[in-house]
């Protein structure tokens, strides 16, 4: 079959960037590592020397592209409008290509995703929530602050704070909700696969903020991974049968938007297969009469790379939110748009550099001295949540949450006058 997803690197894009180096203040893998090759400049600097011939495709030249945490800053803050992401993936495409290194643990990830939402996926994670309940009783490494037990393998890339599975998994699957008063509009909801797996409650909260804010909302009953994950990592045949499987079902159902609470989705779904997307802060942003209500809390908040980059949702769009609280105050990290250091594999397969980033964010967070740290994005939550546990003496008291549930647990439905 042929490719629909362009997969050369042609001369054209190889020799887009101009080597001015504005990317590198922004990039975090260069403010880690410090070298050239690290930064988004020296890695399409590699890309191009190898599609000119003057350098030969090698695994050094590969591990430098996938050190890459594929936050997509650099795009973001290019004056040249360098097609990074366009560019990485098609270079890793070529790696994965004529290499065909086989890296285990990353093909079992890569598999995973891929069978996410199929009935074999959905059977095993019906036991997903007993088994890491007796983990945790077994080995006592329940953390129930932060609803998860810590897995300890004893190799510590693989040692994480594990959010306890949701007690339905993909329970959300086939759900309409309805509007309380006048309809605005209809949006398809598209869950994404940890909310699905592990943050099922998340998903409660986007419905029943919806719902609050006048949508009808639809939850596709057989959709699968967005393929992100994928498509970043260059295997471009995997994101193609996973778009054309969404597409089909997504196809199926009548709506305004797709409403997305994970900006990596939602970017994949915007750029990629080309729908009308809208994050559901943006929603909530649009409806501005909702009454939200803290309790004289501070709270901070981490903005998802792939929030202001592929979804390019306006990051006053959070601020907006998360001011209009009452009873609340919004207090921001200096460095709250860097990245968190998780990027999925990235934090497994570059685990130093993750881990560096990792802790400057639980610093950054820190800082703030706020008691609730906010995202956009359930990856940047189990990301920070582990960062938390493992790095701050002060864990206990800092909660880590999807925006949308703090945002739920604070909402004043008899304040909030439906228009
Ligand atoms: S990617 Fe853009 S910002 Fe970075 S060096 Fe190239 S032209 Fe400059
Ligand atoms: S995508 Fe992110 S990590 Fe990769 S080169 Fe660009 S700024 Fe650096």
Not at 103 to 118: A, R
Not at 229 to 254: C, Q, S, T, W
Not at 285 to 297: A, D, L, R
Request: proline share 4%.
């Amino acid at each position: 079959m042929a490719n629909k997803i362009k997969v050369e690197l042609s001369l054209e894009l190889a020799h887009q960037c101009v080597k001015c180096s504005a990317c590198r203040s922004v990039c975090p893998t260069y403010s880690v590592v410090k070298e050239e090759r690290s930064s988004p400049r020296g890695r399409l600097a590699l890309a191009e020397a190898v599609v000119d011939g003057i350098m030969p495709l090698t695994e050094e030249v590969v591990a430098q592209w996938n050190e890459c945490a594929m936050c997509r800053r650099c795009e973001w803050i290019c004056p040249n409008e360098v097609e990074y992401k366009e560019i990485m993936f098609r270079a890793r495409y070529m790696g994965n290509k004529e290499l065909d290194k086989k890296d285990f643990v990353k093909t079992t990830v890569f598999t995973g995703l891929s069978m996410m939402g199929n009935l074999i996926t959905k059977t095993a994670m019906k036991f997903a929530p007993s088994l890491m309940q007796a983990y945790g009783k077994l080995f006592k490494k329940e953390v129930p602050e932060y609803n998860a037990v810590f897995l300890d393998t004893g190799i510590p890339k693989y040692t994480k704070l594990i959010p306890k599975p949701t007690a339905k998994p993909f329970g959300l699957r086939g759900k309409i909700v309805k509007p309380k008063k006048d309809k605005k509009g209809r949006l398809l909801f598209f869950t994404g696969c940890m909310i699905d797996a592990f943050y099922g409650k998340t998903g409660e909260n986007v419905l029943k903020l919806m719902e609050t804010a006048g949508y009808e909302v639809v939850v596709p009953e057989n959709i699968r991974c967005c393929g992100a994950p994928h498509l970043y990592g260059g295997n471009v045949e995997a994101f193609e049968k996973l778009m054309k499987h969404n597409k089909e079902e997504i196809d199926k159902y009548e709506f305004d938007y797709i409403v997305v609470a994970c900006p990596t989705c939602g970017g994949a779904l915007k750029e990629e297969y080309k729908y009308p997307v809208k994050d559901f802060a943006e929603i909530l942003e649009e409806q501005g009469y909702i009454t939200f209500k803290g309790n004289g809390e501070k709270v901070t908040f981490h903005f998802p790379c792939h929030s202001y980059t592929a979804m390019n949702t306006n990051p006053n769009t959070y601020r907006n939110v998360l001011k209009s609280i009452k009873n609340a105050e919004y207090v921001e990290g200096e460095q709250a748009m860097m990245c968190c250091g998780f990027a999925g594999y990235f934090s497994v397969a570059n685990y130093e550099v993750a881990t560096e980033l990792q802790k400057r964010k639980v610093k950054d967070l820190e800082n703030t001295q706020a008691q609730y740290v906010l995202s956009d994005c359930p990856g940047c939550v189990f990301n920070i949540a582990d960062g938390m546990y493992k790095h701050s003496e002060n864990y206990k008291n800092i909660k880590v949450q999807h925006l949308a549930d703090y945002l739920a647990e604070r909402l004043v439905e008899e304040e909030t006058n439906l228009r």
